[in-house]
């Protein structure tokens, strides 16, 4: 087990990162695949104030986990995603649930938190989308961030950065929604130890990084992400202290504890693709044009040819 002495940071999640929402969500408008509200949440229990929290309902599990194990892996690598947890919701709580949740015998549901981030509003932004598309990629960039950003979804195998996941607080931006990532881990969860699904793990790649592909275009002299991967090693251990407190988190809820193993997994498979992240990198930079793995799906398979008789 990883040792890990002086990161009082990290110290919260000793425990399992399961809350319960306090009141009535308020529902959140706008192009969100998931239903989503805003509202207070705390670890039951505790007298301690609630968190104000953007909660999340996604229909399958492994989704939850993948969130939370991209939250948790961001918090051991320094990185600007905001601290994430469970929450256990009332279903009356959470207004606009999608039938099939409230038909259900449950009076709760787990959904997924993600602690508030408050947008700047001080700022004047363009009103028309590709202004508003190409003033947020621009910022970004322009910040450590922006790098960050892009050898982050990387590393967590992300290809769903777009201009809506990313929240801009006044001072710092922060990448929010890891839905999509590592899409292979879900499918091999129940063979995970065998060697030959551990090598599949860390050769996942993301079809495309859009991040990246931003920041490369915007700063091809200076982005520096190729030097990121080696930096971020120095964190590896603090990472596999979070790996290690998941393997025992309990809460006596079969269906969490479910999702907390799952993010375990998760969070397993993060660490082993880190040592490979500085060749997974090289790969993606190499090649920045049209036809390079920024943008294109996987190449389809060889087609097999039968060799002609001779005449």
């Known amino acids: 087990m990883a040792r890990l002495d002086g990161a ?51 229909p399958k599990n492994e989704v939850l986990a993948a969130e939370l194990a991209c939250a948790l892996a961001a918090r051991a690598l320094k990185l600007q995603v905001p601290p994430g947890a469970l ?18 015998t449950t009076d709760w549901v787990i959904c997924y938190g993600s602690e508030l981030q408050w947008p ?12 508003v598309e190409e003033w947020t990629w621009q910022r970004l960039c322009d910040t450590p961030q922006g790098p960050a950003g892009g050898v982050w979804d990387e ?14 607080d006044g001072s710092r931006w922060w990448l929010i929604d890891h839905e999509y990532s590592l899409p292979g881990v879900a499918k091999i969860m129940k ?16 079809k495309v990084n859009i991040l990246a592909q931003e920041v490369l275009r915007r700063r091809p002299n200076d982005h520096k992400m190729d030097t990121l991967p080696g930096s971020w090693q120095q964190f590896r251990q603090r990472l596999q202290w979070l790996a290690d407190q998941a393997q ?9 504890d479910t999702i907390l193993m799952m993010t375990h997994i998760y969070l397993r498979s993060i660490d082993l693709r880190l040592p490979a992240l500085a060749l997974h990198l090289q790969q993606r930079l190499a090649r920045p044009d049209p036809a390079s793995l920024w943008n294109s799906p996987s190449p389809p398979p060889a087609r097999k040819t039968t060799p002609r008789r001779p005449v």
């Open 120 to 131: 700047d509003d001080t700022v004047a932004r363009p009103s028309q989308a590709p202004a």
């Open 8 to 58: 009082a940071d990290l110290q919260r999640w000793r425990s399992p990162p399961v809350l319960r929402l306090l009141s009535t969500g308020t529902l959140l408008k706008g192009n969100h695949q998931n239903k989503v509200w805003r509202g207070m949440a705390q670890l039951p229990g505790s007298t301690e104030p609630g968190l104000p929290m953007v909660i999340k309902w996604v």
């Open 87 to 104: 929450v256990l919701a009332e279903k009356v709580d959470l207004p606009d649930l999608p039938r099939r949740v409230t038909g259900a």
């Open 155 to 168: 590393l967590v195998a992300n290809d769903d950065r777009h201009c809506e996941n990313v929240v801009f």
């Open 191 to 206: 063979r995970f130890a065998e060697q030959v699904a551990r090598q599949s793990v860390v050769d996942e790649h993301a």
């Open 248 to 256: 025992h988190w309990q809460t006596g809820l079969a269906p969490v």
